[in-house]
């Protein structure tokens, strides 16, 4: 079992920055895919980036290409996502999540953190 807790999330101007960090417990994490996903009022949620278990690789989607950077620190068991650029559009409530496969669809990871709200104003 693993427990995820996401930080970092808050109110920032448009072309602003934030960094957005998942801290795990109670398990391996090494072990797991990680992922960011977001999920604005009305919207399905939608993933942001993956990673893989070692770093090694990630996949972004279309509209934070460029922007957004994932990456994760296996010896303190924490994921990150830097954002930079931000756009009223990024706004949402961000969710990391944890799993077997670094995969874009959201139903395949098994844990999940409770959500960390980015608003971003124009």
């Known amino acids: 079992q693993v427990q995820l807790v996401e930080s970092g999330g808050g109110l920032v101007q448009a072309g602003g920055s934030l960094r957005l960090s998942c801290a795990a417990s109670?398990?391996?994490?090494?072990?797991?895919?990680m992922g960011w996903f977001r999920q604005a009022p009305g919207k399905e949620r939608e993933y942001v980036a993956v990673?893989?278990?070692?770093?090694?690789?990630?996949v972004y989607a279309n509209s934070v290409k460029g922007r957004f950077t994932i990456s994760r620190d296996n010896a303190k068991k924490t994921l990150y996502l830097q954002m930079n650029g931000l756009k009223p559009e990024d706004t949402a409530v961000y969710y990391c999540a944890a799993g077997q496969l670094a995969t874009s669809r959201y139903s395949s990871y098994d844990y999940w953190g409770q959500g960390t709200q980015v608003t971003v104003s124009s």
């Open positions: 990673i893989n278990r070692s770093g090694g690789s990630t």
């Open positions: 109670g398990g391996t994490f090494s072990l797991y895919a």
